[in-house]
């Protein structure tokens, strides 16, 4: 255990916290030193280690030397926990997966298909509807004329812990709620990301986990099918976490995988669409915040990832 990188996990309870905990339990270059939680303190973080919750509050977790703090909290919360680790911790690594931080440009905003290289310590995990947007649209910027549309729809694990209609399972049974149809915060957030228009309809429906996201867009000239598979999979050639196939990926077999998957690509004289899925609490939180510290810590982006 010595000489691992140590890690804090800030906001352990929810549900993207619980896969952090898996993920680095298995990591050989990383080792959870500290969980915090407001609820839980006191428990055990698991039953057959001596490693118990703490109460999430920013002196708590300042008082602990870690090589990396994770910020697993809601929207809202990140700015009093990182000025205070900032200020104790100057050299440690701090990972925020809010949406607090994705505008700063004092924070590096990172998907690691996308950006290869970690240049500052304060990192802005994107969202997980974001992460599937950016992942299908990227390859096609430079051809793209107009706006993109992104039709999302995500299990409702997406919308925590804290109760509400958007995770009421009686709500939601045998039914789809849309929600935040205009200047949805992930609308912005990729559209600052790429530089570009794109409209979201954001949804939820009745399983727990994953996106399926279908975009829609018109191209500057005539792309077929086979064309656009070959473009994908040339710009995703060395991502082991995004595998390109031909046809619709669907949810249910991407869920509790650590990769997206996108295909299903149409085409139409100039229009197109095509089909991105991942599971939202790995590849569009967890999963994505552990490559962002292998990176950041000089490791494969994939060290401790189950890629196969």
């Known amino acids: 255990m010595h000489n691992k990188i140590r890690i804090a996990l800030v906001g352990a309870r929810g549900y993207v916290g619980k896969e952090l905990i898996e993920l680095l339990q298995n990591h050989p ?22 490693l118990r919750y703490q109460d999430s509050t920013p002196e708590n977790v300042s008082a602990t030397e870690a090589d990396a703090y994770i910020l697993a909290l809601p929207n809202g919360f990140c700015e009093q926990y990182a000025s205070l680790l900032v200020a104790t911790h100057p050299q440690a690594v701090i990972i925020d997966l809010s949406a607090d931080k994705r505008f700063d440009k004092n924070w590096q905003y990172s998907i690691p298909e996308l950006n290869h290289h970690i240049e500052l310590q304060l990192i802005s995990n994107p969202g997980c509807y974001a992460t599937a947007m950016q992942l299908a649209i990227a390859p096609l910027l430079s051809l793209i004329d107009g706006e993109v ?10 919308a925590g812990t804290a109760p509400s209609e958007k995770n009421d399972i009686d709500r939601l049974q045998d039914n789809l709620i849309p929600y935040q149809l205009t200047a949805h915060l992930h609308e912005k957030e990729v559209s600052h990301a790429l530089q570009h228009t794109i409209r979201f309809s954001p949804h939820v429906a009745s399983f727990f986990r994953g996106i399926s996201m279908t975009i829609q867009t018109k191209l500057k000239q005539v792309q077929s099918e086979e064309e656009l598979l070959k473009l994908f999979s040339h710009f995703y050639a060395d991502s082991s976490l995004v595998k390109i196939k031909d046809s619709v990926p669907y949810v249910v077999d991407n869920a509790k995988k650590h990769h997206a998957v996108i295909g299903g690509f149409s085409v139409s004289d100039k229009e197109i669409a095509l089909n991105v899925t991942l599971d939202n609490l790995l590849k569009g939180a967890a999963t994505q915040a552990l490559q962002n510290l292998n990176i950041a810590f000089n490791l494969d982006s994939t060290t401790g990832i189950d890629h196969e």
């Open 29 to 50: 270059k990383m080792e959870l030193i500290a969980a915090f939680s407001r609820q839980l303190s006191g428990k055990p973080v698991l039953a057959d280690e001596p």
């Open 149 to 158: 549309h992104c039709f999302g729809v995500s299990g409702y694990s997406g």
